[in-house]
């Protein structure tokens, strides 16, 4: 079995070994799922996170849970997969590939079960579609780094936001799979990387990232943003997706819209880089995307009042210079070019 990130893994028992990420930097903890609800609870308090990650968690999870329900002298049936489904769709409303990967699943299970797969057999479809969801993510990422890698300059700064690497994906990843590739051939390039607040997704994970890669690399509260551009040191700025709708717009963690405000007014490209299982033709435009609502207790609130705290924002499609996938370039995306790149 090729690995591609110790994000995520099969264990030698067959269950799902997740790497938590709310321990890191500081601890490597993993974590062996084999029923639906330790899965939902991974992907609800974010001990696994980014779009593509979750989709792929949850396929494999899904297909771990299976087995253990086998193992539990449970039986698999329509009605387990039905309220397997059910219960990982609702956890995080907003990163399409959830239930992308969660559909895949389910057709996975209705072929076996068509084909008078039962049990052991059962477990073994769901095992094979985890593990080709996962192998065609891997490809994906690395697909989206040769295409982004041509839009990043020799000598280039470079401004991420939130994490999007092999913690996020099932590779080498998305934004950061294109700041891996332009580093891996020679461009020379530093990276500044957003602390991403409320969680710290930028300081505690990219951060993380680029000192295992070996890419120089700087760390900045959310803030000092536009000071950085304004000076002129920032060349192009790139990010993630949890959800691109078929306008182009795109939803991504909190504060990417003001980024995006920041580079149009600084004159500075603004990539968005995303699979094709991040592109949801269903959603019209940024206004059909649920916005996930986060607890408030993950923001300091020693003064009694309300929170709001929004996981995404939505940045508009004339904000974005580009969308990078694994199908090519879309440049000034809209829903002409959009729907092209996927019909390839």
Known sequence: MPVHTYAVAWSEQGNLRLLDQTRLPGETRYLEIDSVEALAEAIGSLRVRGAPLIGIAAAM?????????????????????????????????????????????RAAFERAWGEGKRGAEMVDALREEGQRIWDEDAAMCEAIGRAGEGLVPPGATVLTHCNTGFLATGGIGTAFGVIYTAHRAGKGI??????????????????????????????????????????????????????????????????????????????????????????????????????????????????????????FDVTPAELVTALVTDRGVAERPNADSIRALLEE
């Open 61 to 105: 999870g899904l297909a771990a849970a299976a087995k253990g329900v086998l193992q539990r002298g449970g039986s698999l049936d329509r009605e387990w997969l039905a309220a397997a489904v059910a219960k990982l769709q609702s956890t995080r409303p907003t990163a399409v590939n959830l239930g992308w990967a969660l559909s895949r699943m």
């Open 190 to 311: 530093d990276v500044v990387v957003t602390e991403t607040r409320p969680l710290g997704q930028g300081a505690r994970l990219t951060a993380f990232e680029l000192v295992r890669a070996g890419i120089p690399g700087r760390v900045i509260v959310d803030s000092a943003a536009a000071a950085l551009m304004a000076a002129g040191e920032i060349d192009l700025v790139i990010v993630g997706a949890d959800r691109v709708a078929a306008n182009g717009d795109v939803a991504n963690k909190i504060g990417t819209y003001a980024l995006a405000v920041l580079a149009r007014a600084h004159d500075i490209p603004f990539y968005v880089a995303a699979p094709r299982s991040s592109i949801d033709l269903q959603a019209r435009s940024g206004d059909d995307i649920p916005i996930e609502r986060r607890p408030a207790g993950e923001i300091a609130n020693a003064a009694g009042v309300e929170v709001y705290n929004p996981a």
